[in-house]
């Protein structure tokens, strides 16, 4: 079975500086795509960024960035010029290509101060 | 697209008292995925439909819960006889195709 891990329960970052956090994950396939979604608080998950497992480039999204290491089997986010709207539960999660459920790790949460 | 909608927001029961949510999926999306997520936790899958047929079970869904997609559009989740156990936000998500999915902003369930 596969099993996503956030390692880090909270991180804080200062407004405008750049922040990583961490997920590894373990899962026997080959192919996946993995994931990295916010959740605000009382709203709804929201997707940031997404990667897919047979494509060695790391995906890029504005201020989010991923380190993708298919080797040692992470996936970090970082987050460049952190804004207050950043502030969120950020959560990894995996799908194999042939699966249709996602697998999520335990969460993040991330603060960014003024 | 007007989103995942998801129904009621905020459901308060008893114990042993039978409840039902709905989630009505992005127009078009044939692909409709339920979720469950205990505080502080990632959400745990739960099931999953294409059009109206239900092609995968997790076993966190105990013979309690229930879910239908009649028409394959909108759907139901219903958890019968509820215990303490079953307090969680129960999350609704839809897509297209295998790839992104979309969420909704969930119903949160108290049981007393």
């Known amino acids: 079975a596969q099993t996503v891990t956030q390692s880090q329960p909270e991180m804080s970052v200062q407004e405008a500086e750049t922040v990583t956090l961490s997920c590894t994950y373990d899962t026997s396939e080959s192919d996946y795509y993995l994931f990295w979604y916010k959740q605000p608080p009382s709203r709804q998950m929201i997707l940031v960024i997404r990667q897919e497992a047979y494509k060695q480039q790391n995906a890029t999204e504005n201020r989010f960035s991923v380190n993708f290491q298919k080797a040692a089997k992470s996936f970090s986010l970082k987050i460049s010029d952190s804004q207050l709207g950043d502030a969120a539960m950020y959560f990894c999660?995996?799908?194999?290509?042939?699966?249709?459920?996602?697998?999520f790790g335990g969460g993040t949460r991330l603060m960014v101060k003024p | 697209d007007t989103g995942v909608s998801q129904n009621p927001r905020h459901k308060i029961t008893k114990r042993g008292q039978n409840v039902t949510f709905r989630c009505d999926p992005i127009?078009?999306?044939?692909?409709l995925y339920w979720y469950r997520q205990t505080l502080g936790q990632g959400p745990e899958f739960l099931t999953y439909f294409q059009n109206e047929a239900q092609l995968e079970k997790s076993r966190l869904l105990s013979d309690r819960f229930s879910a239908e997609r009649p028409k394959g559009s909108f759907s139901t989740l219903e958890i019968q006889r509820t215990e303490q156990g079953d307090s969680a936000m129960y999350l609704c998500?839809?897509?297209?195709?295998?790839?992104?999915?979309?969420f909704g902003a969930g119903t949160r369930l108290s049981v007393l």
């Open positions: 998500a839809s897509s297209l195709t295998a790839d992104i999915q979309y």
């Open positions: 127009s078009e999306h044939n692909r």
């Open positions: 999660a995996y799908r194999a290509n042939a699966g249709n459920m996602l697998t």
